[in-house]
């Protein structure tokens, strides 16, 4: 039966008023991101609540397998944090080997991705993260004193993130040298009495810090990386580096040369992994083209203040005094700036998705009417959210605490954040370099 116009018209407006409201509905689904699923994740984890942690990793959409390299990710932290630091491990050494598969993308996921959004298809990880699986499983093997392990570790992240970034015609990252990574293998060299090898990284990490990574420290160049560098310099007998150093950092190099004078004392090395890494969010915006609402968005991480409060550093029992650390990565820095080196690879990709999606609407239109041009519209509009999925459970950044103590028994108290986390007792030998890990 054949409606009259004004009946079509209003069944018409009927249709359209419930298909605005879907869309509304779906809108405010789709705003349910990754962040938001696993904030109480976070709160158990900050919490300390790690069991109950682990178990809404296992009932959350991590378990899903566009998920896996998050779940090996996250859930690694906590069984760190745990103490079961071999599985800890092993999930980040599959987490390496994901991402390591996923760079290579598929035609399928790409046809995925292109037509429906990022966040429907595999994460692959951000360029930062690739490289923080590294320096959490350096850590970790600092922790056990496996320093060959560590080193190892240290060593991947530059060679990782010059791997990630020779794949880039246009739209290099930022973050191209890790000048803590550099920093953190020199002092194991030096730990481990390869002298030679730990002035190689320790000259890297200081023009690192000097040039491009400069944006990704809080306070410059490490006091106690120059220092360092000058006392196995003047080991070595290498006089033209050493007037160098003594020419661009004075004050640093005369407090060198005071502690050569130390023979019987050894060095603490405290590394400190602090607070927590600001997550990414969604930042969307519309527009009408024609008889279609067009909506773009895209993942951001916002700059932000500290999520810490206070100081950190070691505390000896001999003066009381807290022997403050310096910040050697602002890794908040870093995440927010790949992000955004990446937003030019993204606009491209996203514009080339809503062309496609504005063609399906239109085809659907023309073929089977008004309504159907908008239900694809609504679809294309829901459909099109950012990818919010991130490595939630990294620090913040990182800090380096270094103290010259006598030779023997010492107790110190580490703070971490303006918090005494924990008394260790350390035996201190002539000459030699005991690293620590603190994670708060």
Known sequence: ????????????????????????????????????????????????SYQQAIAKIDKSSLTEDKNKLLYNLEKAMILDRMGDVAKARTLLINAD???????????????????VSDASTDYSG????????????????????????????????????????????????????DA??????????????????????????????????????????????????????AQRGRQDRMKELQR?????????????????????????????????????????????VVRFSFPVIRAQGRSYFGQSGIITGSDDKLHQAENVEDLNAIAHATLEDRRGRLVAKSAARLIA???IAEQAYQNYGPLAGLAVNIFAVVTETADTRSWTLLPESFAITRLRLKSGKHTIKIQSGGRRSKIETVTVKKGEVLILRDVG
């Open 1 to 48: 039966m054949t409606l009259p116009l004004n009946q079509t018209l209003l069944h018409h407006r009927a249709w359209s008023r419930r298909l605005t409201c879907c869309m509304a509905m779906l809108l405010m689904t789709a705003c349910a991101s990754y962040t938001d699923e696993t904030q109480t994740i976070r709160i158990d984890y900050r919490d300390g």
């Open 97 to 115: 080997k994901i991402a390591d598969d996923l760079y290579t993308t598929s035609i399928s996921r790409t046809a995925t991705s292109f037509v």
């Open 180 to 233: 803590f990574a550099r920093y953190l293998s020199g002092i194991i060299y030096e730990a481990r009495g390869e002298v030679d090898d730990a002035i190689i990284d320790y000259n890297k990490a200081l023009a690192s810090y000097r040039g491009n990574f400069a944006q990704f420290v809080n306070g410059g160049v490490p006091d106690q990386l120059v220092k360092a560098l000058y006392r196995l310099l």
């Open 126 to 177: 951000e360029d930062y993260e690739k490289v923080a699986i590294h320096t959490e499983l350096a850590l970790s093997y600092i922790a056990s004193g496996d320093l060959e392990a560590a080193r190892v570790e240290a060593r991947k992240i530059n060679s990782k993130l010059a791997q990630i970034n020779a794949a880039y015609e246009d739209h290099k990252d930022r973050y191209a040298e």
């Open 248 to 292: 661009d950092f004075p004050r640093l190099v005369d407090a060198a040369k005071a502690e050569l004078d130390d023979r019987d004392s050894g060095e603490v090395v405290v590394v400190h992994e602090l607070g927590h890494i600001a997550i990414k969010t969604s930042e969307s915006f519309a527009f009408t083209f024609g008889r279609q």
């Open 357 to 359: 999606k504005g063609q």
